[in-house]
């Protein structure tokens, strides 16, 4: 087949932006009006009777919207001014991957941790997780920071990557609105129980496969034997049906463990545990992880690379 430039040339330049620039907060990100919409629908539906539909229609027509308004501009704009289309789908592609951002983060936390104390790391580590974080020990802080660089490395890079690879921009932009719908509404307490169900199920079935393929590809870049074995033993015992993978596979990649219980919103959550080791996680392990997720989003944007080319 003929090189597709036009998926090579957005795949390619979108992930060197993202690689160099981040997500910079002064520019204009597309979650964000996402998210205005969706808090437009949720005070619009989220009242009264039928709930469950009303949270499916929105779901429905946000993420279908999104998809088909998305391939229709980007359409149009190519047969008026095809440059345009490349610049638009490199800044799709710039603005859905999460990679230096998720990184710049999770160091953030350790570094708070390690230079200005526990207080200060507790902090910082509240700005990314949703679990409380006023009584998290040392160790737990790190924890919970390794945890949430492995499940953002599904839904913020390896997810939106297949999903381009699939369908180009607008399937990205697609699955971005579900994963923020699941991460607006997509709870299983009052008022969302009923009405965020299905955005929740549907974030569930989207990141099936991605969850999967990021925990294969994180112990293949790390050459541990030991991440597959993990993933396939402790990935099923996680609450969520796709998180516990590539957390587990971080878990036997590090050889420490992940999980066990703790507080949400001042309620105690029992959580399994995942892995076997209970070692203190150092400072310096922060690399190992950071080298695991440049590594997982090279091979794949390669991959998607070659196979275009050829």
Aim: net charge positive; glycine share 12%.
């Amino acid at each position: 087949m003929q090189p597709r430039w036009d998926m090579i040339v957005p795949l390619a330049t979108g992930y060197v932006l993202d690689l160099l620039l981040g997500d910079p907060r002064w520019l204009p990100h597309p979650v964000r009006g996402f998210g205005w919409l969706i808090a437009l629908g949720d005070r619009w539906l989220n009242r009264g009777g039928g709930r469950l539909w009303k949270g499916a229609l929105l779901t429905v027509v946000l993420c279908g919207s999104v998809f088909g308004g998305s391939w229709v501009f980007l359409a149009f704009v190519r047969g008026w001014w095809e440059p345009g289309y490349y610049l638009l789908a490199t800044v799709v592609v710039f603005f859905c991957l999460a990679n230096r951002s998720l990184l710049q983060e999770g160091q953030a936390v350790f570094d708070v941790l390690e230079k200005e104390g526990l207080a200060a790391g507790r902090k910082r580590l509240s700005w990314i997780v949703g679990r409380d974080t006023g009584q998290l020990p040392a160790q737990q802080v790190r924890i919970a920071v390794l945890e949430s660089m492995s499940e953002n490395l599904s839904d913020g890079v390896v997810a939106p990557l297949l999903f381009f690879l699939v369908g180009g921009a607008p399937a990205m932009l697609a699955y971005k609105m579900i994963n923020t719908l699941d991460s607006m509404i997509g709870y299983k307490r009052e008022p969302y129980r009923l009405f965020g169900r299905f955005a929740a199920r549907l974030d569930d079935v989207a990141n099936f496969i991605p969850a999967r393929v990021t925990a294969l590809l994180m112990a293949m870049v790390a050459f541990s034997g030991r991440g597959v074995r993990f993933a396939f033993r402790y990935g099923r015992s996680h609450a969520s049906p796709n998180s516990g993978w590539p957390e587990a596979a971080l878990a036997g990649i590090l050889d420490c463990r992940f999980g066990g219980p703790n507080f949400y919103k001042g309620v105690l959550v029992e959580k399994p545990f995942i892995g076997e080791c209970e070692r203190v996680v150092m400072h310096g392990e922060f690399a190992r992880v950071r080298y695991v997720n440049h590594a997982v989003t090279f091979f794949l944007v390669l991959s998607g690379v070659i196979y275009f080319l050829f």
